[in-house]
Each structure stands twice: as C-alpha cells, then as structure tokens.
C-alpha cells in the first residue's frame, strides 16, 4: 500500500521530533551505526515510501533497496550501507554513520570509500554532508548521469 504525501510527511515530522527529544542519547559514547540506522535512516527511507525491510517480498534480484551491496569499483569491493534501485538498477546509495561523526574531516568515516563508490558505474556524484560543525545523520552518496564528482556542501 502506497502512502499519500501527507502520511509520509506526518511519519517524517514525528521521526525528526523523536530525533529532536533523544538527540543527546544518540550521541554518547557506545551508541553504534547499527542502532542509528534501525532508529533513524531506515524509518526515514520507509517513510518516503522506499522498501527497505523488502516487506513486499520481491525476489532479491528486484529489492528496492540492498543493505550492504557489493559493488566493484576500479577492480575493489566497496559495500555502501544502502543501495536504492528501480528494478535491477541502482539510482543511489546511502552511506550511515553514527551521529556525530563528522564526515570530512574523521578519516575513520571512511570518505575515500564514498569517493570511491561516486565512481561506481551510472550512480551519480554528489555527497551530502551537513555543513561543518554540525553532526552527520546521513551521508548520502550519488553520482549524476553527467559524472560529476562528489562534491561537499
């Protein structure tokens, strides 16, 4: 069942309050990318109408979206924490990370593998990161159909 704009606005308001009322407990010590994931990022991509748990049952082939997808990138495998596809094809990828993680300047949050993953085949180039300072709930990683690299904003 698809859901109207007005239902994933609503469940998109209500996960940035639930966000806005325990965002110091995300960010002690301990808290794990796993846990903001199953709490925050995919409650948000299933609120913008994306199958995430794949609770239509698709053969794995046709799954909107792929936890963890291997993808070679120049000759490497690279595995981002989301790939969204429209049929067999990927359109995007999400990469998570713990909050408060900040993306460009932490070399532990692996941004040579976005870089990496922006040149994977007809994904596209951009990656997303909050501006610096602020935390990082979500990176997301794309690569438009004119090769852009990725660039930071």
């Keep these: 069942m ?23 407990s995300f960010l002690v010590p301990g808290v794990k990318e796993a846990h903001v994931r199953q709490s925050l990022i995919d409650p948000l991509f299933e ?29 490497k495998q690279k595995a981002p924490d989301y790939a969204f596809r429209v049929g067999t ?6 990469e998570a990370k713990r909050c408060g993680v900040n993306i460009k300047d932490d070399p532990a949050s692996g941004l040579s593998q976005k870089r990496a993953l922006a040149k994977a085949p007809r994904e596209a180039g951009r990656l997303l990161q909050c501006p610096p300072g602020n935390r990082v709930v979500l990176g997301v990683l794309v690569r438009d159909s004119c090769g852009a690299e990725p660039v930071s904003f």
Excluded: I
């Design 2 to 24: 698809s859901k109207t704009f007005e239902q994933s606005k609503d469940e998109v308001a209500k996960l940035c309050r639930y966000f806005a009322t325990n965002h110091n």
């Design 89 to 94: 094809l990927p359109k995007f990828f999400a």
């Design 47 to 75: 609120a913008l109408g994306w199958d995430v748990r794949n609770r239509a049952m698709v053969a794995p082939q046709y799954r909107e979206v792929v936890p963890e997808d291997s993808l070679d990138v120049e000759g």
